[in-house]
């Protein structure tokens, strides 16, 4: 079946420090690839999405490449701030068929100081 | 911009209570879906809809019902609740099966069982 491995938590960083959270699934097909973010005691948010092979899905300066190759699609940002302090969920949709449910990594918690 | 709109954010039971989870979405999506988050674990499906009158089970349906009377309404309801189902749930829904469709999400119901 469908799964996906995102790095363990918690990242801790200083203000400024470059950041990547690293991504990788098990998917038969093309699944569609997303990135959502959840800020203390808010909801789920979408940061950021690919739908093909190559694809550069970015937002807020966060960055994510669709890699088939390695089955990867790894979080990047080049200056975190402390406001990026929050729970980072690396999520699939796979293609065809029942392409309306996600399958969802573990989360990993950052924490930006300041 | 109401999006996906669940209620209530937060509550307490006693176990053994029963109590039902709303979610409403103004987009005219035909799918819906509920999701439960616990810690390490990320979100798990627990029941979706590809429509009114249509439901299935997900990944942890067991102890929750769906029912889906109306494209914009897909409420949760947990019979007797036990401890085990203190979790963080999310409603979400999203347009139909395209791969670069996006699925939203409510801002989450906390629910603690005692």
């Known amino acids: 079946g469908n799964s996906v491995t995102q790095m363990e938590g918690p990242v801790t960083l200083s203000e400024e420090a470059f950041l990547t959270i690293n991504c990788t699934y098990t998917?038969?097909?093309?699944?569609?690839l997303f990135w959502y973010v959840q800020y203390p005691g808010e909801g789920l948010q979408l940061l950021l999405k690919a739908t093909k092979a190559d694809d550069k899905g970015s937002n807020k300066g966060f960055e994510a490449t669709y890699r088939k190759e390695t089955t990867s699609f790894h979080l990047e940002k080049g200056s975190v701030q402390v406001s990026d302090s929050a729970v980072y969920f690396c999520?699939?949709?796979?293609?065809?068929?029942?392409?309306?449910?996600?399958?969802f990594g573990k989360g990993t918690l950052l924490t930006v100081n300041p | 911009n109401a999006g996906v709109t669940q209620t209530p954010k937060f509550q307490v039971l006693k176990t053994g209570q029963s109590m039902t989870l709303q979610c409403a979405q103004d987009?005219?999506?035909?799918?819906m879906s509920w999701y439960r988050q616990d810690p390490g674990m990320g979100l798990r499906l627990i029941h979706y809809s590809v429509g009114a009158g249509i439901t299935d089970q997900g990944e942890v349906p067991n102890g929750y019902n769906v029912s889906r009377s109306t494209t914009e309404d897909f409420p949760l309801r947990l019979l007797s609740a036990a401890p085990s189902q203190t979790s963080v749930y999310f409603c979400?829904?999203?347009?139909?099966?395209?791969?670069?469709?996006?699925?939203?999400f409510g801002e989450g119901s906390w629910l603690t069982v005692v």
């Open positions: 987009m005219n999506h035909e799918y």
């Open positions: 999520a699939l949709k796979k293609s065809g068929g029942s392409n309306y449910k996600l399958t």
């Open positions: 998917a038969t097909g093309y699944p569609s």
């Open positions: 979400a829904s999203t347009p139909g099966t395209g791969v670069g469709n996006t699925i939203y």
